[in-house]
Nanobody, 125 residues
Framework: DVQLVESGGGSVQTGGSLKLSCIATGFIFNKCAMSWYRQAPGKGREFVSSIEPYGMITYADSVKGRFTISRDNALNTLYLQMNTLKPEDTAMYYC????????????????????WGQGTQVTVS
């Protein structure tokens, strides 16, 4: 079975840091583009960052310079290092897998992802 399991969320003060992880099983991780999305209460799912199997990285403007996405293909794990956190970063964070490599704008479309995790909550106060 395909599984994406996020961890690492929590409650932090403004300016703090967290590192999220997402462990993938049941599909060929190193063939997929992987992304982080987030969803705040009452809002739609928002793109945060994406990373292709061997390089290309895209960030939302709201997190550029503060968040760093990375992946370890040997461990089938996706990461998101979040620094200088702000209250507006408060959301449920989801990892997602896209089995196709696309022009970067394609990663902004939630419909292009085949697999999603259950999410990990990040609260910044």
């Amino acid at each position: 079975d395909v599984q994406l399991v996020e961890s690492g969320g929590g409650s932090v003060q403004t300016g703090g840091s967290l590192k999220l992880s997402c462990i993938a099983t049941g599909f060929i991780f190193n063939k997929c583009a992987m992304s982080w999305y987030r969803q705040a209460p009452g809002k739609g799912r928002e793109f945060v960052s994406s990373i292709e199997p061997y390089g290309m990285i895209t960030y939302a403007d709201s997190v550029k310079g503060r968040f760093t996405i990375s992946r370890d293909n040997a461990l089938n794990t996706l990461y998101l290092q979040m620094n200088t956190l702000k209250p507006e970063d408060t959301a449920m964070y989801y990892c997602a897998a896209d089995r196709r490599i696309r022009p970067w704008v394609g990663y902004l479309n939630v419909k292009n992802y085949e697999y999603w995790g259950q999410g990990t909550q990040v609260t910044v106060s």
